[in-house]
C-alpha cells in the first residue's frame, strides 16, 4: 500500500482547493446580471469601486441622494426595515447609488451613514464617475429622475434584491409598497 507523508498531502488538499477557487472566480457572469455594467464608481471610502465587487452577496441596491428631504430618508428607513426582517441573510449588502455625481463625496457619505446609524460594513454608498454611469443604472434598475435647477432630483423610488451573482429577483417601486414581496423571494433563494 503507498505511503503518503502528510506534507504531500496537505499540499494536495491546498492545490484541489485553490483549483475550485479559481474556478469560481472565474465563472462568467450571467447575461441578465447588473453586474455585467462595466461602470466605475467612487465609494464612501474614497476607493474606486464596480458593482461586481459585490458578487458572491445577495444586495439591497437603490439610487438615492445624501441632501435629499424628501422621499430618501423614507427609502433609507424602509431599507432598515427589510434589513431586519432580512436577518437571516448576515452577508447581505444595502448599496445606495446617488444620483448626484458632482456633488457626493466620501465625506457627505460617510456623515450620512453616521447620522442615520447605519453600518458600514454592510451599508455601502457609491458616486458615479459621470452622469452616464448614473443613467445607466437608473435604466437597469428601472429608477426614473430628473435633475432639478436647484439642484435636488425628482425620482422614482425603488428598491431591488439582487442574487449572488447581479440578477434582480424583485423589486419595490414607490414608498407605500408592501416589502413582503421582497422578503420572500430573499427567503426563497436562502
Not at 442574487?163 to 419595490?172: I, M, N, P, T
Request: hydrophobic letters at 45%.
Amino acid at each position: 500500500m503507498p505511503r503518503f507523508s502528510l506534507r504531500a498531502l496537505i499540499v494536495c488538499l491546498v492545490l484541489a482547493f485553490s483549483g475550485t477557487l479559481a474556478f469560481a472566480e472565474e465563472a462568467p457572469l450571467p447575461k441578465d446580471s447588473l453586474y455585467q455594467l462595466e461602470t466605475r464608481w467612487l465609494d464612501q471610502e474614497g476607493n474606486r469601486a464596480r458593482l461586481q465587487q459585490f458578487r458572491g452577496h445577495p444586495v439591497l441596491i437603490t439610487m438615492a441622494y445624501t441632501r435629499c428631504k424628501y422621499s430618501c430618508p423614507m427609502i433609507v428607513e424602509k431599507l432598515k426595515k427589510i434589513e431586519k426582517e432580512l436577518a437571516f441573510l448576515p452577508e447581505l449588502k444595502i448599496l445606495l447609488v446617488s444620483f448626484d455625481h458632482k456633488n457626493e463625496t466620501p465625506n457627505t457619505f460617510r456623515a450620512f451613514l453616521k447620522e442615520k446609524g447605519l453600518d458600514s460594513q454592510r451599508w455601502k454608498m457609491l458616486a458615479g464617475e459621470n452622469a452616464s454611469a448614473v443613467r445607466e443604472l437608473a435604466a437597469v434598475l428601472e429608477v426614473n429622475f430628473k435633475a432639478e435647477k436647484n439642484g435636488d432630483f425628482s425620482h422614482s423610488n425603488v428598491i431591488a434584491l439582487l442574487d449572488s451573482d447581479g440578477r434582480k429577483r424583485a423589486s419595490l417601486n414607490g414608498l407605500a409598497a408592501d416589502i413582503k414581496s421582497l422578503v420572500s423571494a430573499a427567503q426563497e433563494k436562502k
